[in-house]
């Protein structure tokens, strides 16, 4: 069955860094998205993306984001520089064009900012 | 700000027992309703979705809608220790917007 695949599971950086998380979707999807769950909270939506554009972002999702789908296959999340507050999981997601937009969810990576 | 309100829990149930879970929502314009399951330190993973009133059952699932009371549920037959996670609710409104917004999650413990 596919699924969403992210990389790496666990990152750990420091403060002022950049960070570049990476997902792979369901290859037949064609929307993607970031969300991210601080530990103990809420998943939160962070941007969708869609023809190779932003389609929605939200509050969270300020100028120290950015998301990119180099190839025909990897999408990415980078964090221009991290600060503590950014620890949490990142979780992928994608959907494709029916109407019921079904969100598939990768497994997440968990990153830590020290 | 578009809410989504779930009991926290933690719901704890016999094996074998039916678990009910629930969720109500504030926009009134929600279309689509979405029901995960979160394991300890994992990912959300799709158990059912439903964006008609009634009922929707998918094997030991159920899921109930009424967009009037603007009210989502989840009954969980037959629940067994391995149904013990987190559910979350998730809604998506019927526009262009594709964004899911999740409740905090209702902590489900099934007891052998």
């Known amino acids: 069955e596919p699924e969403v695949t992210q990389t790496p599971s666990h990152q750990v950086t420091q403060m002022g860094q950049e960070v570049i998380l990476r997902c792979v979707p369901i290859s037949n999807h064609l929307y993607f998205y970031w969300y991210r769950q601080i530990l103990g909270q809420k998943v939160e939506f962070l941007v969708s993306f869609y023809n190779n554009e932003i389609s929605e972002k939200s509050e969270i999702f300020d100028d120290q984001f950015s998301v990119e789908r180099p190839d025909g296959s990897n999408f990415t999340l980078k964090i221009r520089s991290t600060k503590l507050e950014d620890s949490a999981m990142y979780f992928c997601?994608?959907?494709?064009?029916?109407?019921?937009?079904?969100?598939?969810f990768g497994p997440g990576t968990r990153l830590t900012v020290l | 700000q578009k809410e989504v309100e779930q009991n926290s829990g933690p719901l704890s149930v016999p094996e074998g027992a039916i678990a009910s879970l629930n969720c109500t929502y504030s926009?009134?314009?929600?279309?689509?309703f979405f029901w995960y399951r979160q394991y300890s330190g994992k990912s959300p993973e799709l158990i059912m979705f439903i964006y008609s009133n009634g009922d929707k059952e998918d094997g030991r699932f159920t899921a109930q809608l009424n967009k009037a009371s603007q009210y989502v549920s989840l009954l969980i037959r037959d629940s067994q220790p391995s149904d013990s996670a987190t559910y979350l609710c998730a809604v998506k409104d019927g526009g262009s917007a594709r964004q899911l917004t999740f409740g905090s999650g209702t902590q489900l413990t099934v007891l052998p």
């Open positions: 997601a994608s959907s494709d064009r029916t109407a019921t937009d079904t969100q598939y």
């Open positions: 926009d009134r314009g929600s279309q689509s």
